[in-house]
């Protein structure tokens, strides 16, 4: 019998059914253990979007287990990322992210919410997923998302910059951690180091045409050098600049615009005035500096070679000959000399603790003084190891300075209140004999002279130290003055 408008028998028209229906049930287990998840997009659309996110080489099975069989079975749960990102997964545990997630906080953010869901997610090496990460992290920080894109790096993405940093670039990326830790990337302790992954790099620099010597010139600063031995409230980077609303220095709103230097600078140094925007900031030593800078320091170069060298020579000399004179020569037999008088008193004891406290400030001063120039070095490490918690070395520097003009000041009463003591005093004073008798025991110690030259009871070996301190303590405590009122 045949159907109607048909020309195959009913009869044999249910056997043919019946075999396509067992046909297509068992080939669909088959193809959904197909790698790639090809053939899964016959009833599942997700496919087509896998095939263009970063899990395209996944199989399907690896992210849903069991379904091999049809109907999939139902409440099967999905593996977590961790399953293949493992490192990722430790460092998001690790982070304010993972924390909070931890602490029950329903809103912290999972691997979904920044990266999109298992089908869609992008590769995070492409361009698309780099410019998306300030409108990602802004789902969450909207404040700081609209400073961000109205700041210069933000500017720069916009404009298709890619190497213009992000939000991952200095916060990181899955480990991220709160500011006020220390081991943050935008720390105190580590924002400079930050900044300087883009900031100190020739080949950026050189491509953007940014200054080349920001980097150096802040790390060779009052404020760098304090940074590099651990002080925690110097500033940094982000102090004056700017966190996430860094704009250039010709923007009015910009924290570093000459208008709003004061502002910037009273943070730290109260009762700033426009001054500040007088002197230039990033200073290179040899380069763009101020000419009265600049002679300073050409001045002491000069000053301080000559000096130390003139008294290594002379000393130096002077020590080889008493050598000589002590182990290669035969003892002359000591011949009693008659005491003509009470011998005269150099020092009174007052006086000699003066020198010592003068000998001690000066030497803590010298100690605390190039621990901040070279933090790194062991004999700083005592003074610098303290400075996140407190400032050890400035305190003690401080201390020592104190000490000093203190020892000065009294020094100078003395002068004025003793007669006695200024008749003394003034016998220090250089004379034309002190040049000669300078010449003569140079020549002597080293060699060009057969004679020591008789020398006058205060000599110029007294005269030059006496006013070397007084030179000295007189720079020190001048510029030392300047800077801890500027502080």
Same mark, same amino acid.
Request: proline letters at 8%; one cysteine or more; glycine letters at 8%.
């Given at each position: 019998?045949?159907?109607?408008?048909?020309?195959?028998?009913?009869?044999?028209?249910?056997?043919?059914?019946? *075999?396509?229906?067992?046909?297509?049930?068992?080939?669909?287990?088959?193809?959904?253990?197909?790698?790639?998840?090809?053939?899964?997009?016959?009833?599942?659309?997700?496919?087509?979007?896998?095939?263009?996110?970063?899990?395209?080489?996944?199989?399907? !099975?690896?992210?849903?287990?069991?379904?091999?069989?049809?109907?999939?079975?139902?409440?099967?749960?999905?593996?977590?990322?961790?399953?293949?990102?493992?490192?990722?997964?430790?460092?998001?545990?690790?982070?304010?992210?993972?924390?909070?997630?931890?602490?029950?906080?329903?809103?912290?953010?999972?691997?979904?919410?920044?990266?999109?869901?298992?089908?869609?997610?992008?590769?995070?090496?492409?361009?698309?997923?780099?410019? /998306?990460?300030?409108?990602?992290?802004?789902?969450?920080?909207?404040?700081?998302?609209?400073?961000?894109?109205?700041?210069?790096?933000?500017?720069?993405?916009?404009?298709?910059?890619?190497?213009?940093?992000?939000? /991952?670039?200095?916060?990181?990326?899955?480990?991220? &951690?709160?500011?006020?830790?220390?081991?943050?990337?935008?720390?105190?302790?580590?924002?400079?180091?930050?900044?300087?992954?883009?900031?100190?790099?020739?080949? *950026?620099?050189?491509?953007?045409?940014?200054?080349?010597?920001?980097?150096?010139?802040?790390?060779?600063?009052?404020?760098?050098?304090?940074?590099?031995?651990?002080?925690?409230?110097?500033?940094?980077?982000? /102090?004056?600049?700017?966190?996430?609303?860094?704009?250039?220095?010709?923007?009015?709103?910009?924290?570093?615009?000459?208008?709003?230097?004061?502002?910037?600078?009273?943070?730290?140094?109260?009762?700033?005035?426009?001054?500040?925007?007088?002197?230039? &900031?990033?200073?290179?030593?040899?380069? $763009?500096?101020?000419?009265?800078?600049?002679?300073?320091?050409?001045?002491? !170069?000069?000053?301080?070679?000559?000096?130390?060298?003139?008294?290594?020579?002379?000393?130096?000399?002077?020590?080889?000959?008493?050598? &000589?004179?002590?182990?290669?020569?035969?003892?002359?037999?000591?011949?009693?000399?008659? *005491?003509?008088?009470?011998?005269?008193?150099?020092? *009174?004891?007052?006086?000699?603790?003066?020198?010592?406290?003068?000998?001690?400030?000066?030497?803590?001063?010298?100690?605390?003084?190039?621990?901040?120039?070279?933090?790194?070095?062991?004999?700083?490490?005592?003074?610098?190891?303290?400075?996140?918690?407190?400032?050890?070395?400035?305190?003690?520097?401080?201390?020592?300075?104190?000490?000093?003009?203190?020892?000065?000041?009294?020094?100078?009463?003395?002068?004025?209140?003793?007669?006695?003591?200024?008749?003394?005093?003034?016998?220090?004073?250089?004379?034309?004999?002190?040049?000669?008798?300078?010449?003569?025991?140079?020549?002597?110690?080293?060699?060009?002279?057969?004679?020591?030259?008789?020398?006058?009871?205060? /000599?110029? &070996? $007294?005269?030059?130290?006496?006013?070397?301190?007084?030179?000295?303590?007189?720079?020190?405590?001048?510029?030392?003055?300047?800077?801890?009122?500027?502080?």
């Amino acid at each position: 019998m045949k159907g109607p408008g048909n020309s195959v028998p009913c009869g044999a028209a249910a056997p043919r059914a019946a *075999l396509l229906a067992a046909l297509l049930l068992w080939a669909l287990p088959a193809a959904a253990q197909e790698e790639g998840g090809a053939d899964c997009s016959t009833c599942h659309d997700h496919g087509q979007k896998l095939k263009q996110s970063a899990h395209a080489a996944v199989a399907c !099975l690896k992210c849903h287990p069991k379904h091999e069989e049809y109907p999939h079975p139902a409440d099967v749960p999905k593996p977590p990322c961790s399953q293949c990102h493992g490192s990722e997964a430790k460092d998001y545990a690790l982070g304010a992210h993972g924390r909070a997630a931890k602490a029950g906080n329903a809103s912290a953010p999972d691997c979904a919410m920044c990266h999109g869901g298992a089908h869609e997610a992008t590769r995070a090496s492409t361009e698309a997923f780099r410019r /998306s990460v300030p409108e990602t992290c802004g789902m969450c920080h909207d404040t700081i998302a609209a400073e961000y894109n109205a700041s210069v790096h933000g500017a720069a993405v916009r404009r298709g910059v890619t190497a213009s940093p992000v939000c /991952s670039d200095c916060h990181g990326e899955h480990s991220i &951690i709160p500011v006020k830790e220390r081991a943050s990337p935008v720390s105190p302790a580590h924002v400079s180091e930050t900044c300087a992954r883009c900031h100190g790099d020739v080949r *950026l620099t050189r491509r953007f045409g940014l200054p080349p010597d920001r980097v150096t010139s802040f790390e060779s600063s009052f404020h760098g050098l304090a940074a590099r031995a651990g002080s925690q409230s110097v500033a940094n980077c982000a /102090s004056c600049h700017g966190v996430h609303d860094i704009l250039p220095s010709s923007d009015p709103k910009s924290m570093i615009h000459p208008a709003r230097l004061p502002e910037t600078c009273g943070k730290c140094h109260p009762g700033a005035g426009m001054r500040f925007a007088i002197g230039q &900031i990033h200073i290179v030593a040899g380069r $763009e500096e101020p000419r009265p800078v600049y002679w300073a320091r050409w001045f002491y !170069l000069s000053l301080i070679p000559v000096t130390v060298g003139l008294m290594l020579l002379h000393h130096g000399g002077d020590w080889i000959r008493k050598l &000589i004179a002590l182990r290669l020569r035969p003892a002359p037999a000591p011949q009693p000399r008659p *005491l003509a008088g009470k011998p005269e008193m150099r020092m *009174l004891p007052w006086e000699r603790v003066q020198h010592a406290l003068l000998a001690v400030s000066f030497i803590v001063l010298v100690w605390t003084g190039f621990a901040l120039r070279y933090p790194e070095q062991f004999w700083a490490r005592p003074l610098v190891m303290w400075e996140g918690n407190w400032p050890v070395r400035g305190t003690v520097h401080r201390i020592a300075a104190v000490v000093l003009m203190a020892v000065s000041v009294v020094h100078a009463i003395t002068l004025l209140a003793s007669r006695r003591l200024r008749s003394h005093w003034l016998t220090l004073f250089p004379k034309k004999k002190d040049l000669y008798e300078g010449f003569a025991g140079l020549a002597w110690a080293i060699g060009l002279r057969r004679s020591k030259p008789a020398l006058s009871a205060h /000599s110029y &070996i $007294e005269k030059v130290e006496y006013w070397a301190v007084i030179w000295g303590t007189f720079i020190m405590a001048l510029t030392g003055v300047l800077l801890w009122a500027n502080n």
